[in-house]
């Protein structure tokens, strides 16, 4: 198995400023739309599921791991993308799911699901128990934390068909999944301090586990170098605050930061970050937000094109499948009905990515693509709603096909990555 990411981790140490995309998402479109990217990049893809999203159980999604792995695949097929350049990857594995168990119950279930994805082959496991279970004393520990951590790195060292081919992210630390819940004006970056004591309880508690012989596969250290998004706002990085930060890793030969939240992020900003050693840049709620402009703007170009009553009112179908289910969204978002009503459309953090997969919500988009299929869709109209794609159609770079358009508008989100991370290409 080619050594993708320890090809990246090397060139990062000695001196390169390069990086690396990790998307996490479990659309197909958005998959999709990522291989192209890497593709004209010359790249690979890093792919990660959470693990509320994909778990022993089937999560949100309802795919176990080997399932996600299957249909990352089947897409990679589709495409044309070369599976030996997909890299699999699992992110907040731990036992957030199970906060509201004693220790043994929810790291027992939490050792079953970091197995279930090394099984699987995925070869870059971040392990994430930064979150108190009943009982805790809060707040937690480093120690605790890294105890906790080092039970799941032996458990994904049993389970794996090669142990010595996964590489681990650790970090207490740690970035809310999907974005900040409330609303935010500031945030502070992690100090040097705590993280040079994350890294040494992790290497005593894994010394007294009996696994640091994988230590030299810790590629990376989650810290907060002070970059987050809420509902309606990015807060932007500033390097002038990360400087101590920065240094941190300089006796860590095998190690890079790894940043969380960059969605929304300024190419010159996420430059910035891969510049200062936060060489894996991750993304997600970003992805399906441009995925959602994509999708409401063919809706907008289906009104001037398709009669009443052959639409696929795609809009009014979104809002009723969200209306009938609350309870995923409505404790993220405050504000009265048209606050509300704005959120669930628009938001940054785009919970209305949990309800895409819904049968009728895929219904109506496949309704969607082929209207506008089979109506052709006039070039003024590109122009008017969909301007990035209208230029790169007029330099023929794109076609007016409907799919075609949606995954160059999903990759409109990627290309400032690829330009932060340097990565070799055409990057159109």
Known sequence: MTDHLGDLLRAHKSGTAVGVTSICSAHPLVLAAAMRQAAADGGVLLVEATSNQVDQFGGYTGMRPADFRDLVHRIADGEGFPRDLVVLGGDHLGPNTWQGEQEEQAMAKAEDLVRAYAAAGYAKLHLDCSMPLAGDETPLSDGVVARRAARLLAAAEEAAPDGAAIRYVIGTEVPVPGGAHET??????TSPAAARATIEAHRE????AGVEAAWPRIMALVVQPGVEFDHVRVVDYDPSRTADLQRVLDNEPDMVFEAHSTDYQLTERLTELVDDHWAVLKVGPGLTFALREGLFALAAIEDQLVQEGERSDLLAVIEATMLADPDRWNRYYEGDEREQRIARRFSYSDRLRYFLPAPAIEAAVDRLLTNLGATGIPEPLISQYLPLQYARLRRGDVTADPRELLLDRVR?????????????????
């Not at 935010?184 to 970056?189: G, M, R, T, V, W």
């Not at 508690?205 to 007294?208: E, I, L």
């Not at 409109?412 to 159109?428: Q, V």
């Open 184 to 189: 935010i004006d500031a945030l502070a970056p």
């Open 205 to 208: 508690a894994f010394r007294a």
């Open 412 to 428: 409109d989100a990627l290309r400032p990555y690829s330009a932060a991370c340097r990565t070799i290409g055409t990057n159109r």
